[in-house]
């Protein structure tokens, strides 16, 4: 087993060389090569139709295939079953295809979602139960006991310090971006939060972070390395927390 070290969003120098930066196309997957389709919020997908050129929308047929062009970092191109690529042209907007340009690449950007606890968050100490939003779960040492909401209504724990545990759906894997978190009340001390996240093939990362004693006012911490996860574990101190950022 593996194990890289974060401290404060820095690597441990011991640990560099076995974090590789990993570019946003292989966070989803992507590799050269390999055909995808792109599904509208529609429901139907990008179409690339039996004509001189031009894409439209569609619900099948091969013209839903693109094959991807890795060129660097998380840029692409899109090949389609014609030969030609998805081209942006020099125009106010608008898509077509085309056999070269510049306007055949396309940069990468992942969607991130974020869990708000908003969702009939179980704020009671008497309620005991996992809290579940946006495809995670989230459980506790703390007999999975919620506390009411704390300063710049963020959530907790009901006991502190405690363990906060954070799972997929069964099969699933996922990155974690970021997490804020603060002091529960002016009095108290720098707090050490420790991030551990283990992967699908049984490596580790892990990552501390400090909030500033004192002082309650929000910390967003967001390590890198933290891809691939099938679960997260959060060393919580006596702090609140919201906001945790992640990519399906």
């Known amino acids: ?54 894409v439209t929308t569609w619900n099948t047929g091969i013209g839903n295939e693109w094959i991807v062009e890795l060129i660097d970092g998380n ?38 979602t974020t869990v708000t606890f908003n969702q009939n968050f179980p704020a009671n100490p008497s309620i005991k139960a996992p809290y579940t939003e946006a495809g995670l779960t989230f459980t506790n040492t703390c007999d999975n006991r919620w506390s009411s909401r704390v300063i710049n209504n963020f959530v907790a724990t009901y006991c502190s310090p405690s363990k906060l545990s954070v799972t997929p759906v069964q099969g699933k894997i996922f990155t974690f971006k970021s997490l804020q978190v603060c002091n529960i009340n002016s009095a108290i001390p720098a707090q050490n939060t420790v991030f551990t996240g283990t992967r699908g093939d049984g490596t580790t990362v892990k990552a501390s972070f400090s909030t500033p004693a004192n002082n309650t006012a929000p910390q967003t911490f967001a390590p890198p390395d933290f891809t691939n996860l099938v679960s997260l574990t959060i060393d919580l101190g006596f702090v609140g927390f919201d906001n945790l950022v992640f990519l399906n």
């Open 75 to 112: 840029k692409i191109r899109l090949k389609s079953w014609k030969g030609d690529y998805l081209h942006r042209p020099d125009t106010s907007q608008g898509v077509t295809t085309w056999n070269t340009g510049i306007g055949n690449e396309w940069i990468v950007e992942p969607v991130f």
């Open 1 to 54: 087993m593996s194990t890289t070290t974060i401290v404060n969003g820095a690597l441990d120098p011991s640990a560099a060389a076995a974090a590789p930066t990993l570019n946003p196309a292989l966070l989803i997957a992507l590799r050269q090569s390999s055909k995808i389709s792109l599904k509208s919020w529609k429901g139907d997908y990008l179409h690339r139709p039996d004509t001189s050129q031009g």
